[in-house]
């Protein structure tokens, strides 16, 4: 199999740590691929500083200054211009445009801090989710990523990871914990979708043996 094209999808605030995790994986030969292209929703976004320091290019593609259509129309553009294989959403806080989803059917990952199907949804993401966490009583967490599909955290869970909850844990010590797990998790998908081994099955996605 060749060497995949990965087009990362990045908005808000965040530092872009799994961002950061997937490219460096890539440049490293872990991952079969090389990050292309980061894209963000806004210029001031951290994690657009953080690939261009690392070599990626980068673009914006403003869903704030452009309508909805407009906005997938340019997105589906750019990533054909840029011939993308597969797409990572790495604390992408909104729903990708439904010609998106369709276009690049079982090849868009996301990855949630908690894990799936508990604690999804609209509004659950960051802060809230491990607060909800804590409240729930539950006593481990971890992280899920999964195929995007085009509802909030519902696509079929490709890897999960755990931690468990401490006595003393606050939702910042439980988040961080939850971070590192999510930066092995997202790198191992990648890389079992570079290497091929990822097949969907209605709600599953089976992990295949390494070709011989």
């Given at each position: ?10 908005s ?59 906005y ?11 011939q ?56 481990v ?35 961080a ?36």
């Amino acid at each position: 199999m060749m060497s995949i094209r990965i087009a990362i999808l990045v908005s808000g605030h965040g530092r872009g740590s799994n961002m950061a995790a997937i490219i460096d994986a890539c440049q490293r030969g872990e991952i079969d691929g090389q990050v292309v292209l980061v894209i963000g929703t806004r210029d001031e976004a951290p994690a657009l500083q953080r690939a261009t320091e690392k070599g990626v290019s980068t673009e914006v593609v403003s869903p704030s200054k452009l309508g909805e259509e407009e906005y997938a129309r340019r997105l589906l553009q750019t990533l054909g211009d840029a011939q993308v294989d597969l797409v990572c959403l790495a604390g992408f806080m909104r729903l990708l445009p439904p010609p998106v989803v369709h276009a690049y059917a079982g090849r868009v990952m996301n990855i949630h801090p908690a894990l799936l199907p508990l604690f999804g949804g609209k509004g659950m993401y960051g802060e809230h989710v491990h607060r909800a966490v804590l409240e729930s009583g539950m006593k481990v967490s971890g992280c899920t990523v999964h195929f995007v599909d085009e509802p909030y955290d519902t696509g079929p869970i490709i890897v999960q990871r755990c931690v468990p909850i401490e006595e003393e844990d606050t939702w910042e010590t439980l988040a961080a914990r939850v971070l590192a797990q999510e930066h092995q998790a997202y790198v191992q998908a990648v890389k079992l979708f570079a290497q091929g081994r990822l097949r969907v099955e209605g709600r599953r996605v089976r992990i295949l043996p390494p070709a011989p």
